[in-house]
């Protein structure tokens, strides 16, 4: 086993080739001006939610913004000396993803400061928190904010508010992982949200006036959906015939991923090798494409982020079992409630409800269903409070709904008495990545 860990580093040239992959495609959008000059559109927009890079600055600059991310996120995971598993692959298709809407390669830079020195503090290797300063760049909007807003802010402040982010996200998120039993698969959204609750009035008081946003771009359904289709469909290629195994076997270990709930931890890479990963990680790219052109929307920088995330976590924890019950959920809710699907909070609800797939999967899919259709209300009036500077809402959403639904159904509906996940499931030493369970655990997590 000690070799184990080790076999999965050669992930690292994965991620470059991927990076690769979105600058070509942002040259294949746009002329190497027409980037330069979106980039540069793009670090000096206050981009609370929604902010469309692809709107904004032009597609080309949006998929460029995202390689650069890409970049830098796999550099700092290689440089951190951890090995690489499956929430590797989470945090890559959530940066590549996030950042076609409101990250970018500058206003990332401060939390990722304050982490390292959380770190220095605790005389800890900076690898140990770095998953956990990267996806804490979903406040990232409150860097922008302070350090452009002409008359308040300035970049002193917003430097200083990004690192102060970065340091205490590590012991927030180590405790909010604990308190959702595994239920919420985005807790760093949820603990940004706690820290945006507290962020946006305290600096209101102080003459802010953060707003959230709406820039949504349009008309890209065939050249978006060409391009994630052929990668989705390439994904499952290489699945089945890229790692030498026969394609029985890949399909078998496929049909054992979908069996399992998905409650975090669930490192899939660890448990079922790469190839039925990759299966699961192309088909579930395509069942988010169907959910949003399917319900009248559009495929853009954030419905497109939207999927790229879904398309990380499926190396961790989701799957086509357990995500299609809650996005139903998001369709059941547009049938009774007073929004529509093509909204576009609500497309995004459709897309990031999926944080919730550990309940489907855990409880059943009538549990997922339910878990949709109350996430899809809670989510549209959490974005107000905190201005749009949480990019992660639907996480914080998430995490309020797990904390209120796993209780109520395992001692009302299951009979059983609320405890917290498995201990050993942790790790203690305040650090949001999750252990990978024991050996003999890792086909499915322990009744409780």
Not at 118 to 131: D, N, Q
Request: with cysteine; hydrophobic share 50%.
């Amino acid at each position: 086993m000690q070799g184990e860990p080790m076999r999965y580093n050669r992930m690292s040239l994965f991620f470059w080739l991927y990076a690769i992959v979105l600058a070509l495609a942002a040259l294949a959008f746009s002329t190497p001006q027409e980037i330069a000059e979106g980039l540069r559109t793009i670090v000096l927009t206050e981009d609370s939610l929604i902010t469309d890079y692809v709107l904004i600055a032009g597609p080309g600059a949006a998929l460029m913004n995202s390689a650069l991310v890409t970049a830098i996120t796999a550099v700092l995971l290689k440089l951190s000396r951890e090995p690489f598993n499956g929430f590797s692959l989470v945090v890559i298709g959530l940066m590549s993803g996030f950042s076609l809407f409101g990250k970018n390669f500058v206003n990332i830079w401060p939390i990722l400061l304050g982490t390292w020195l959380y770190a220095k503090s605790r005389r800890e290797h900076f690898g140990k928190y770095i998953s956990v300063g990267l996806l804490a760049t979903a406040l990232a909007p409150a860097v922008s904010y302070i350090g452009l807003d002409n008359g308040w802010g300035n970049p002193a402040a917003g430097i200083l508010v990004g690192i102060i982010i970065g340091f205490i996200m590590p012991p927030l998120s180590a405790y909010t992982y604990k308190i959702q039993n595994g239920m919420n698969l985005y807790n760093v959204g949820f603990a940004c949200g706690l820290v945006a609750f507290l962020l946006v009035p305290l600096i209101s008081s102080m003459g802010a006036n953060p707003t959230t946003q709406y820039h949504w771009a349009e008309g890209y359904d065939l050249p978006f959906g060409v391009a994630l289709g052929i990668f989705c469909l390439l994904l499952i290629f290489l699945g089945f015939f890229a790692f030498g195994k026969p394609v029985k076997a890949v399909w078998a270990g496929y049909r054992r991923l979908l069996a399992t709930s998905g409650r975090a931890p669930s490192d899939y890479l660890r448990m079922f090798g790469a190839g039925p990963v990759l299966v699961n990680t192309g088909i579930n790219g395509l069942i988010g494409m169907a959910f949003v052109l399917g319900g009248g929307g559009e495929l853009n920088g954030p419905t497109v982020g939207g999927i790229l995330t879904i398309m990380g976590f499926s190396a961790f924890g989701k799957h086509a079992f357990n995500i299609v019950p809650v996005m139903a959920g998001v369709f059941l809710g547009s049938v009774v409630m007073h929004w529509s699907l093509n909204d576009p909070a609500v497309q995004l609800a459709c897309l990031f409800c999926t944080t919730l797939a550990p309940i489907s999967g855990y409880f059943g899919w009538p549990y997922g269903i339910l878990a949709g259709f109350i996430h899809s209300s809670v989510v549209l009036y959490t974005g107000g409070p905190v201005a749009g500077m949480n990019l992660y809402n639907n996480g914080f959403s998430g995490g309020l709904v797990a904390t209120v639904l796993y209780p109520v159904i395992m001692a009302v509906f299951q009979h059983r008495k609320p405890t917290l996940v498995d201990q050993d499931y942790f790790d203690l030493q305040e650090h949001d990545e999750p252990v990978t369970p024991p050996p003999n655990q890792i086909t499915e997590e322990k009744d409780v």
